[in-house]
């Protein structure tokens, strides 16, 4: 470890109790920072040149995709920006650097509807027809965990991060607490829905007590991320569909469908809890049944007689 890990170390610390960064955030900070220290050999910040950094960057667009590349830059200009506060360094370095490069626009990946109700409908002939009381209580709690990914667009991060008393079936809301701890309320629209919720929390109580988490596993341990993604290939793989499902394509499903059905963006830019418009327009790109039907129905050319 160089001089430079020293400085790097206290910035993260500054990160987790001073900006309450999540764990996540911490982690992807790390890899990126100490990468950075591991591959300069310059260890004192104060030599630390606007041609190092550029020279650094210039290997990274070589070695990653824009997307990650851009993220590891980020790192990197928030390191310096706490430097630059702390009056460790006269200068910043990237004062004189002009990070500039397009990232390449990615549609989301969106699962057919029909393909989503056959995948439900796998879920609930397994919840039917289990041949163990071990194989209904999983398709139950599978049931649930999709019908709230598909209900509410939730990350899957913040599905496994649920609380024992983050939903209110009473009154239909769920507290859900997402980037940056921020905290956003979704009602859950579906009777049905909120039948299979309720049926769900009424077997778990036991293991969701004991893990203090809504949703759990049968050892009465928390979900986690893995198990879900674990759980949606088997699924698939019992539906015989044809495509890679993620948990995130649910969000991305749900947020597509809202407005091909004429839901204003902002309404649906809340119910997912992003910080900026922009980054709910991307759904705009994807809505192409919608496009068809205004071109169809609205362009003046269906009007003419020739």
Request: charged share 25%; with cysteine; glycine share 4%.
């Amino acid at each position: 470890m160089n001089d430079l890990q020293t400085p790097v170390n206290s910035y993260l610390d500054y990160c987790k109790n001073q900006k309450r960064l999540d764990t996540k955030t911490l982690r992807a900070y790390r890899i990126d920072l100490t990468q950075f220290c591991q591959h300069i050999e310059q260890a004192d910040i104060l030599k630390v040149t606007p041609e190092i950094l550029e020279n650094f960057i210039a290997g990274l667009h070589q070695r990653y995709k824009p997307k990650t590349a851009k993220r590891k830059i980020a790192s990197l200009k928030a390191l310096f920006r706490y430097f630059e506060y702390r009056e460790m360094i006269d200068r910043n370095p990237f004062h004189k650097i002009q990070v500039k490069f397009r990232e390449p626009v990615l549609l989301p990946k969106t699962i057919p509807l029909h393909t989503v109700e056959t995948f439900l409908s796998t879920i609930y002939k397994q919840l039917s027809d289990g041949k163990t009381a071990y194989q209904k209580r999983n398709a139950l709690r599978d049931a649930a965990v999709i019908e709230l990914l598909f209900a509410t667009g939730m990350r899957i991060s913040e599905l496994c991060a649920l609380g024992a008393e983050s939903i209110n079936l009473y009154d239909r809301t769920i507290l859900i607490y997402g980037k940056g701890s921020k905290e956003r309320k979704v009602q859950i629209g579906n009777d049905d829905v909120v039948t299979i919720l309720e049926k769900y929390k009424s077997d778990f109580q036991t293991e969701i007590q004991s893990c203090g988490h809504f949703f759990a596993n049968q050892n009465g341990k928390e979900l986690s991320d893995q198990a879900v993604r674990r759980m949606i290939n088997r699924y698939t793989s019992l539906a015989a569909i044809n495509l890679h499902i993620t948990p995130h394509m649910f969000r991305h499903t749900f947020a597509t469908s809202l407005l091909e059905a004429d839901v204003d963006i902002r309404y649906i830019q809340e119910i997912l809890g992003h910080s900026s418009i922009n980054i709910t327009e991307i759904y705009t790109h994807v809505a192409m049944s919608k496009q068809r039907d205004i071109l169809t129905t609205k362009h003046p050319r269906k009007d003419f007689q020739i």
